[in-house]
């Protein structure tokens, strides 16, 4: 069972920056994508930024210009730059895979979650 493990969030003043980082336990195949999603208390869970296999990229509007993903494909691992932070950007921040197994069929793992919180 492979998992995703997260690291780099904290507490950060606005305006400041933190890097998220996101490892799969053992090496995967046939990734479609890998990315970020958050979730604030109260709210329902919402897409932060993708970056597919082949580097194209997609971010929220809410973080478009501000936060920058980037991908390590040989390591399985995605990282997420987050720079002039807003405490509208506190939430739980999940890493999500997606890769096609041999049905064809996307599978979605997802991490524990990073807390990020962002103080005026």
């Known amino acids: 069972q492979v998992q995703l493990v997260e690291s780099g969030g904290g507490l950060v003043q606005a305006g400041g920056s933190l890097r998220l980082s996101c490892a799969a336990s053992r090496r995967m195949f046939s990734i479609v994508a890998m990315g970020w999603y958050r979730q604030a208390p109260g709210k329902e869970r919402e897409l932060v930024a993708t970056?597919?296999?082949?580097?194209?990229?997609n971010y929220a509007d809410s973080v478009k210009g501000r936060f920058t993903i980037s991908r390590d494909n040989g390591k399985n691992t995605v990282y997420l730059q987050m720079n002039s932070l807003k405490p509208e950007d506190t939430a739980l921040y999940y890493c999500?895979?997606?890769?096609?197994?041999?049905?064809?069929?996307?599978?979605?793992?997802w991490g524990q979650g990073t807390q990020v919180t962002v103080s005026s």
């Open positions: 999500n895979l997606a890769r096609v197994d041999s049905y064809g069929l996307v599978i979605d793992y």
């Open positions: 970056v597919t296999s082949g580097g194209s990229t």
